[in-house]
């Protein structure tokens, strides 16, 4: 048995347009009749990367993340272009930023990290077979790459080194993947 919770749009606009986020502020009917205003964040999507190295090392960037005020470890990722694939999101943000190319892709899943405030949808893929090319890092765009055994990795997340959800799913999705022998 299942129930439809199901809300439809009544009104949408644009609460605020930035240069790469827009809020909306939506009017909504509500399963029962009754009426509510929905904000959120409208997200072009992304797509993260798992660089994993065949001796189980994985590729990290350490870059300062404006909104927390910190410097953060995380796997590479980077936003969609318009009507770009996001394999090709994918392959463009590795070069980009780590200067590497992987021989192997495959795609992991589709997540959506804040769902009670973004439409935002993330493309996971692991990449395999790394071959070093050269950074080509975006104007305006500053990190540096670290490889890191996964099992030190790991241990970053429980001392609280690494703290980024979608890079801690990624390492333990690393974990399980390397115990499967994939």
């Known amino acids: 048995m299942s129930s439809d919770f199901t809300e439809k749009k009544v009104t949408s606009r644009a609460a605020f347009r930035g240069r790469m986020l827009k809020v909306n502020a939506d009017e909504v009917t509500l399963p029962d009749g009754g009426r509510a205003f929905r904000e959120y964040v ?3 999507g992304a797509a993260i990367i798992l660089p994993l190295f065949d001796d189980g090392s994985v590729l990290l960037e350490r870059q300062f ?3 927390v005020g910190l410097h953060l470890y995380e796997l590479p990722a980077g936003k969609l272009e318009h009507g770009e694939a996001s394999i090709e999101t994918a392959k463009r943000e590795l070069l980009e930023e780590t200067g590497y190319v992987a021989a192997e892709w ?3 899943a589709l997540l959506h990290p804040c769902i009670g405030y973004s439409d935002e949808h993330i493309d996971f893929f692991l990449a395999r ?3 070093f090319k050269g950074a ?3 104007e305006g765009e500053f990190l540096e790459t670290l490889r890191v055994p996964l099992s030190e990795a790991v241990d970053w997340i429980r001392r609280g080194r690494i703290t980024d959800a979608k890079t801690i799913l990624g390492l333990f999705w690393a974990e399980k993947l390397l115990k499967e022998n994939w």
């Open 106 to 108: 495959r795609e992991l």
């Open 65 to 67: 993340r404006y909104p």
């Open 136 to 138: 080509k890092l975006d």
């Open 42 to 44: 409208v997200h072009p």
């Open 129 to 131: 077979k790394l071959d």
